[in-house]
């Protein structure tokens, strides 16, 4: 009997031991799938952080590769034009750019107030000061003044004080600038023609390379005739953007004539008025 219940007592204590374990192990597994899933998470989310991350480091360094790919493209190309007719058009740009800035240094220190200037003028011949007159346009710089001076000089005089000498010499005086404004504009015309000019020569010449090359090889492929077309090409584009930057400043330029020539005009009329005006004059 002692043995039946022991034998009991032991099946009794195996299979309530049994579903004890089995739920250890079911917990134990659970607890380890939860980390898995816990660190697919994790690992998932430092994925999406780097790829959001990388393409922001992308997109601030691309501006930096673009320009710096953009002047080393000029510069590439530049090269690829053929040395010698790209140095010539070069040397048309820079000597066309260096008149176009001396005409516009002159003709902004060529302006000055009209209105002010004659105001004043009229106050000294109205005066009778005639030499304090000249000497007020001789100290003023630009065309205007140098067409009031010769007016002044001439109603101040004994000989050449009548109203037709003075008209005349005011006219004259007043081509003589006219022809001190236009200086040098040749020069720049000449650049603006030579530059076009200058790629077109390139144009022609890279096209006779390419025929060159295609008889040397007896062969029409592309790759023959890339080295030559390419020089044709950038040549013209070269020389046709130097042209267009000379003509730009050239218009601007003649604007600026065209207005001091607007102001002689106001002002020789305006002397005329004051010497008729003036005792000194003869009518």
Known sequence: MKKYFAIVAMVACTFGMTPSVMAQDEVAEEAAATEQVDSA????AAVD???VEAPAVEEEAAPV????????????????GDAGFMSLVAIALVLGLAFC????????LAQVNTRKFLETLRGKVEAN????????CAGTRGPVAQVSKKA???LASDDQNDIATIERNINTEAEVQGAYLEENC????????MAPSLGFLGTVIGMVQAFDDIERAGDISPTVVAGGMKVALITTIFGIIVALVLQVFYNYILSRIEALNSNMEETAMSLLEMCVKSPKCKK
Do not use: P
């Not at 000061?129 to 007020?136: G, H, M, S, V, W």
């Open 49 to 51: 952080t780097a790829a």
């Open 101 to 108: 800035i001396e005409r516009v240094i002159y003709l902004t």
């Open 129 to 136: 000061k005639l030499n304090e007159a000249i000497e007020y």
């Open 152 to 154: 002044m000089q001439c």
């Open 186 to 193: 040749s020069w720049i015309t000449l650049f603006i023609a």
């Open 65 to 80: 590769e673009e320009e710096e790919g953009l002047h080393k493209t000029l510069k590439t190309k530049f090269i690829e």
């Open 41 to 44: 998470v994790v690992d998932s």
